[in-house]
T-cell receptor, first 111, second 114 residues
């Protein structure tokens, strides 16, 4: 069974204070690791896909990296508008072939 | 380009009733997935449809069912509602012919069961 664990559950940062969110996973044959952002009252918004260890993707102040056991979402000089819940998910090649989400990290960036 | 549209956005039901939720995917997207989101369990996969066929199903009881129409629109139904069915139900669509993790989500239907 695929599993995803995200830490920390919640993170409060001052504007400009860089940090990283962690996503640890176990999966049968990784077909992809995905990062989403979810604002209150909204559905998740797709951010990145990572396919293999060593891969990195960047978008504005966000950079996602992947190893064989975990992924990090690095946030550089965050702004208050980066406040959201960040979700990590994996898709494996096992019989389930369904997206498994972590419980998310709730990020608050204070001005 | 219009996004994924879910209706209704909010609804209140009582135990034992049934509910039908609707989802219109992004134009051209043929895959529709449904997820249940609760504070305790997070996002959990319900089922996925592609070209009117259920391609995948999560670990939910048979009270949860769905279908997809020829225009890719999808509905999900929950019968004999229980208090624990209170949740945000999210629909997501993708263009891919294979199971994909790059999904476009709607804003959800928030169901409250009293």
């Amino acid at each position: 069974e695929d599993q995803v664990t995200q830490s920390p559950e919640a993170l409060r940062l001052q504007e400009g204070e860089s940090s990283s969110l962690n996503c640890s996973y176990t999966v049968s044959g990784l077909r992809g690791l995905f990062w989403y952002r979810q604002d209150p009252g909204k559905g998740p918004e797709f951010l990145f896909t990572l396919y293999s260890a060593g891969e990195e993707k960047e978008k504005e102040r966000l950079k996602a990296t992947l190893t064989k056991k975990e992924s990090f979402l690095h946030i550089t000089a965050p702004k208050p508008e980066d406040s959201a819940t960040y979700l990590c998910a994996v898709l494996g090649s096992g019989s389930a072939r369904q997206l498994t989400f972590g419980s998310g990290t709730q990020l608050t960036v204070l001005p | 380009k219009a996004g994924v549209t879910q209706t209704p956005r909010y609804l209140i039901k009582t135990r034992g009733q049934q509910v039908t939720l609707s989802c219109s995917p992004i134009s051209g997207h043929r895959s529709v997935s449904w997820y249940q989101q609760t504070p305790g369990q997070g996002l959990q996969f319900l089922f996925e449809y592609f070209s009117e066929t259920q391609r995948n199903k999560g670990n939910f009881p048979g009270r949860f069912s769905g279908r997809q129409f020829s225009n890719s629109r999808s509905e999900m139904n929950v019968s004999t509602l229980e208090l624990g069915d209170s949740a945000l139900y999210l629909c997501a669509s993708s263009f891919s012919g294979r199971s994909s993790g790059e999904l476009f989500f709607g804003e959800g239907s928030r169901l409250t069961v009293l």
